[in-house]
């Protein structure tokens, strides 16, 4: 059951997987997406399905240059008007992709470290931090207010001294559990597809996310949303028990010392308050 809407701060996964991305944020009167990688149309539909409206979003933070992730960025920033950040390095990709309509220069915000949001509260902090994934200048976001944080981390090849910095302390994380090991290895994928995605700057298998979710549990985060599925090599319940039996060989009860979630890959998952 989806905890209710409304409330100050909310988390809200619109959908989490290879064939798209977008995830709301509300900070109090600040909303925002992270990511926009499928229509405009599934975006206004999910929002209005938690009483929110797509015109009122503030911006869009962009974490990396591939289409699952950045589809429909300068189709909002055109309609609505909404600006758009991200990285120097993925706008260097992302306004040369013939498959993305181009963001015009006034909703054009380029970061080189952290972005510098306009017009946020002093209450809302929002932090980028590299990750390691095969798309230049890759980056996910932790979100600071008052006195809370939430953070998106994805498309990780493995978890950096940068991702964990970043993620630590936490209350809730979007992490990525993509893919099941022996699934990937006997699975569909031609050889080089399979080592992309097992590398170091590919995606995160669900035994690393396990891994990595008792080490977030052991500094306080008591949220952890499993995200970025893979449709052909993993599967919700793959992911769900082996991050859990991570969680428990560690010494932690899921579902009393940390809540573990599952953020759907076609469809808008619970909207959680943070």
Request: charged share 25%.
């Amino acid at each position: 059951m989806a905890e209710p809407a409304g409330a100050d701060a909310l988390f809200y996964p619109i959908a989490s997987g290879s064939g798209g991305n977008a995830f709301f944020v509300r900070c109090g009167t600040v909303s925002f997406l992270i990511d926009c990688g499928i229509s405009m149309r599934r975006v206004k539909d999910a929002l209005e399905a938690i009483g929110e409206e797509i015109s009122e979003l503030s911006f869009i933070l962009t974490t990396h240059a591939h289409i699952d992730h950045t589809k429909c960025v300068g189709s909002m920033a055109c309609r609505y008007g909404i600006p758009v950040y991200a990285s120097r390095g993925t706008w260097e990709i992302v306004q040369n992709d013939p498959r993305v309509k181009k963001v015009p220069p006034e909703y054009r915000r380029v970061f080189d470290a952290s972005p510098d949001v306009d017009g946020l509260p002093d209450s809302v902090r929002i932090t980028a931090f590299s990750t390691p994934h095969d798309a230049y200048d890759s980056v996910g976001y932790r979100i600071d207010y008052a006195g809370r944080a939430a953070a998106v981390a994805t498309d990780l090849g493995y978890v950096s001294v940068d991702v964990k910095a970043a993620l630590y302390g936490a209350d809730l994380v979007l992490l990525e559990s993509n893919h099941d090991l022996e699934m990937l290895e006997r699975g569909p994928y031609p050889d080089f597809l399979k080592k992309r995605v097992a590398g170091n700057r590919g995606h995160l298998s669900n035994l690393a996310a396990g891994r990595f979710a008792a080490e977030l549990a052991a500094r306080g985060t008591t949220r952890i949303v499993l995200g970025h599925l893979s449709d052909k090599n993993n599967t919700p319940r793959l992911a769900f028990e082996t991050v859990e039996r991570e969680l428990r060989r560690a010494g932690f009860d899921p579902g009393r010392d940390v809540r573990l979630l599952l953020a759907r890959r076609e469809e808008p998952s619970d909207a959680l308050v943070w």
